[in-house]
């Protein structure tokens, strides 16, 4: 199958010289759906804004779709590839209406007309937020917001949809409703979260970053269900949550 991402001895520096990143390995085929943990301070932010470029990679390298990441002139496709939601969808809407929103990404690459019309309609509905398309997005709710980012993404086609916290804020209802939008999609998807039953439930392979460096990859239920892997990284379960009982949808 060909390969969304390909991560290679990835390692990087800040300029202060914190080093964040030491020699990641990863590979994400098309279509999966996996989740990136880690405890606070283990470099997932830091990988994350590597996969469109945002940081150049110290050592290594980054492919998307068979993409360089770090070759200037595949900057554009790349960052068309690789969707990232942010955690905040402030961050992310900006226009006077979600369909200028939506519109926004597709309009700069040079949709017009029923083209650019058709390709908003598309991917609001993927998110069931078609009705909401004359809406300002600070008239919705932010679990509403979360999903017009989102849809924002979508907009463009991605090879991959990288979310960054994508439970945060939002209520169980909520919570359940982006968790089917995801499962719905056909995408490839690489979710950071600190929501451990929420990457049981959407994602089937984990990775663990600590310190930089990936320590474990495998099956989401084994490896939360793996209390020695789970206490050396600092990775808690809520309380009385036992992954061994959870029924994983694929
Ligand atoms: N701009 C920066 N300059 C120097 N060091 C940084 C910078 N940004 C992050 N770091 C350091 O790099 C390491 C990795 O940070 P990163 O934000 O990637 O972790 P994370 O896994 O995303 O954490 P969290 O779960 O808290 O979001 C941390 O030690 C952090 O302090």
């Known amino acids: 199958m060909t390969a969304s991402l390909e991560v ?11 080093q964040a990143l030491f020699g990641v390995d990863l590979a994400i085929a098309r279509g999966e759906r996996v989740a990136l943990l880690g405890p606070n ?3 997932k932010t ?24 770090g070759d200037r002139k595949h900057v554009a496709e790349v960052r068309r590839r690789v969707g990232i939601v942010f955690q905040d969808p402030d961050d992310q809407l900006f226009m006077p209406t979600v369909r200028e929103d939506v519109a926004f990404g597709p ?6 007309g029923a083209e650019l019309e058709a390709c ?12 909401f398309a004359d809406r300002p997005p600070h008239h919705l709710s932010f679990g509403q917001r979360r999903r017009v980012a989102v849809a924002t993404v979508l907009a ?26 995801l499962r ?43 209390d020695a892997l ?10 009385g949550f036992d992954p061994r009982s959870v029924t994983v949808r694929g």
């Open 120 to 131: 908003v309609r598309k991917a609001l509905e993927r998110v069931g937020m078609a009705e």
């Open 46 to 69: 830091t990988l994350v804004l590597h996969l469109n470029g945002i940081l150049e990679a110290g050592a290594g390298s980054v492919t998307v779709a068979g993409l360089p990441v």
């Open 184 to 226: 719905s999609l056909d995408v490839t998807v690489l979710m950071v979260t600190h929501d451990l039953p929420y990457a049981l439930e959407l994602c089937p392979r984990s990775v663990v970053l600590s310190g930089g460096t990936v320590v474990a990859d495998g099956r989401t239920q084994e490896l939360l269900s793996d």
């Open 8 to 18: 290679k001895g990835l390692a990087y520096a800040y300029p202060d010289g914190h």
């Open 230 to 239: 789970m206490r050396a990284h600092r990775l808690e379960l809520p309380y």
């Open 107 to 112: 309009a700069a690459a040079g949709l017009r």
């Open 156 to 181: 463009m086609e991605p090879e991959i949809l990288v979310l960054d916290e994508p439970s945060s804020n939002l209520d169980p209802a909520s919570r359940r409703e982006l968790a089917d939008i």
């Open 41 to 43: 301070g283990a470099g």
